[in-house]
């Protein structure tokens, strides 16, 4: 009959070893508060007891990777992907500046080893139980909703290979020109009379007074932090010994997800729900320069308002907060000026981001942003709003296709905003949306205009009439869009794009004729020529083929072939238009 070791035995009662750990987005791993998993009898002898010291310097590029080597943890990008997590296409390195080495010191006091494998362990009860009621719920929705919260309860990850015990460690950013001193730590002074803070004798113990330009965190866990800071050093080493229930795992070396742990059938249950399914994201807008920020880092979640700071040529940072309290930035901007020109975009319950527009500067930053709710309405165009632009490129529409917002990922600078991307959740049912492609053409100076703001409803909405004047450049350009809401036909006309000069020139649809091609020039400043196809006849050109840059754009397919026809404009105009961004869309609704 198997006899474990009866140190193992003891050591097993005291320390909570396989014990779930989730990632808080905001302070790294946290242990849950009941074990996940439970160690085969047989298995025992994978548990080693050891008596070692190890003093381990450690050097990070960013503040992340050094809270997380803090805490004897590797960083993210070597543990392994979790599919409910949707991953970040910008790294995320947080507070990196020039010249910065994030370091670390940590003196371990090493008790034991851990070596096991996922045949060495079993899950809880009341683990799979959590797993299968969550899987139970209704809709997909609370499905996804409730494994979130298993994950928030029993942790994502289980150390299999680590060691315990404990340990005493202080992390920052080192002053200019300063390394830490060699040599073994020093574990034979006492506190005496003299009185020192818990930072003073770790430091003294460490060697590490006067290093650091900047402290991260000073920790000691583990042993009696009262005998430490009465007694000193020495003392505390001995309460290490007397209390193995105050142990913990000090370095981790590989994790399992907790998903791993449970049977097959539960595990592709989970995999099927979550891969590829729960988050979509649009292509990236800018450049990446600084600092990387990942959207999707809660999870899923709904959003209830933006916060967005702005200038009148760029914008500055953005903040996005979530039902429960749950908030993702603001990232640099908006921390060091918190009252400087901002506006919050509040969503009302049920409402929801559809679409993103987005402009860039051609040196690197956003200049400006502009959101789309489910409920037709959209948001003043933050940063460069309507006024004149210059070294501007062309713009972004970033179309939920029917998807509701989940965040923003990107990257920042002290500055501004330098990249973004919208990250879709598509758990949530909104009212069938047009799925959408762009074409642009034109010189992005002047006023920017967006037509989709005349559309009472953009499902079924359709061009009827354009009308335009031309005296060497396309001006006085005007659409006029009808629509069906609430039951009742809406006709809109856009303002004009352009002064009143040259001949009227009118373009009328019949009830079944749609755009299928534009054709025309420009001279790389204004728009000599525009010209319409429609499924049943090319239409006069509105202007004169001056220019000497032609375009021509037919309608696009969507994904799975069918028809797709001008939905709307967006670009820019001055004293006539400048640029257009053909947005085509399915065949109305």
């Excluded at 696009?556 to 085509?584: E, Q």
Aim: some cysteine; overall charge negative; glycine content about 8%.
């Amino acid at each position: 009959m198997f006899d474990p070791n009866p140190e193992v035995t003891r050591f097993l009662e005291s320390v909570p070893l396989l014990t779930g750990v989730f990632l808080d987005p905001a302070v790294g791993p946290v242990a849950a508060s009941r074990p996940a998993a439970v160690l085969h009898q047989s298995s025992t002898d994978k548990i080693r007891m050891i008596d070692n010291s190890v003093t381990e310097d450690l050097y990070s590029e960013t503040e992340l990777e050094a809270h997380y080597a803090g805490l004897g943890w590797p960083s993210l990008n070597k543990l392994p992907s979790r599919p409910w997590n949707a991953p970040s296409t910008v790294r995320e390195s947080q507070h990196k500046l020039d010249n910065e080495t994030w370091a670390l010191r940590r003196f371990m006091v090493q008790r034991a080893t851990i070596n096991l494998s996922l045949q060495d362990i079993r899950p809880v009860e009341a683990l799979v139980e959590a797993f299968e009621t969550a899987l139970g719920q209704e809709t997909y929705d609370l499905q996804i909703q409730a494994l979130q919260e298993v994950f928030r309860i029993w942790g994502e990850f289980i150390p299999l290979n680590a060691i315990a015990g404990a340990f005493m460690g202080v992390t920052g950013i080192l002053s200019n020109g300063t390394s830490f001193p060699n040599g073994v730590v020093s574990s034979s002074s006492d506190a005496g009379n003299q009185r020192y803070s818990l930072t003073e004798i770790v430091d003294r113990q460490l060697g590490t007074s006067g290093c650091f330009g900047r402290r991260l965190e000073t920790r000691v866990q583990g042993g009696s932090s009262q005998a430490l800071l009465t007694q000193g050093c020495d003392a505390w080493l001995r309460s290490i010994d007397d209390s193995p229930e105050s142990w913990s795992i000090v370095k981790v070396y590989r994790t399992v997800l907790i998903t791993d742990i449970l049977s097959e059938r539960l595990r592709d249950r989970i995999r099927q729900l979550f891969t590829g399914s729960v988050i979509s994201r649009s292509p990236s807008v800018g450049s990446p320069n600084g600092s990387g920020f990942n959207g999707a880092a809660h999870g899923v979640r709904t959003i209830n308002k933006i916060t967005i700071w702005f200038s009148d040529s760029k914008v500055r940072d953005l903040a996005v907060r979530y039902d429960g309290g749950a908030a993702a930035g603001p990232y640099s901007y908006g921390n060091s000026n918190p009252q400087s020109q901002s506006d919050v975009l509040v969503l009302a319950p049920g409402e929801y981001i559809t679409d993103v527009f987005v402009w860039h500067h051609q040196d690197g930053w956003i200049m400006g942003i502009q959101f789309v709710k489910s409920t037709l309405e959209l948001s003043p165009i933050y940063g460069i709003g309507s006024q004149n632009s210059s070294s501007i490129h062309s713009p972004v529409l970033l179309a939920g296709d029917g998807k509701a917002l989940l965040g923003i990922s990107g990257a920042f600078t002290s500055d501004s905003l330098s990249q973004v991307q919208a990250v879709w959740r598509n758990d949530v049912t909104l009212k069938r949306q047009r799925h959408t492609q762009t074409s642009y053409t034109g010189n992005p100076r002047e006023r920017i205009y967006n037509d989709l703001q005349h559309l009472a409803n953009p499902a079924n909405a359709r061009i009827v009439q354009i009308t335009g004047r031309a005296e060497g450049a396309v001006a006085s350009f005007r659409t006029t869009y009808e629509s069906i809401s609430g039951g009742s036909l809406v006709r809109s006309e856009t303002p004009s794009r352009g002064t009143d000069v040259g001949p009227l020139q009118t373009m009328t649809l019949e009830s079944d004729e749609y755009i299928i091609g534009v054709r025309g020039s420009h001279n790389n400043w204004w728009m000599h020529q525009i010209q319409f196809v429609t499924n049943k006849r090319t239409h006069p050109a509105f202007g004169t083929e001056n220019g000497n840059v032609p375009f021509s754009f037919d309608a696009p397919k969507t994904m799975d072939g069918r028809d797709m026809v001008l939905h709307y404009m967006v670009g820019t105009s001055g004293g006539c238009l400048h640029s257009a961004l053909f947005v085509w869309a399915e065949m109305p609704l």
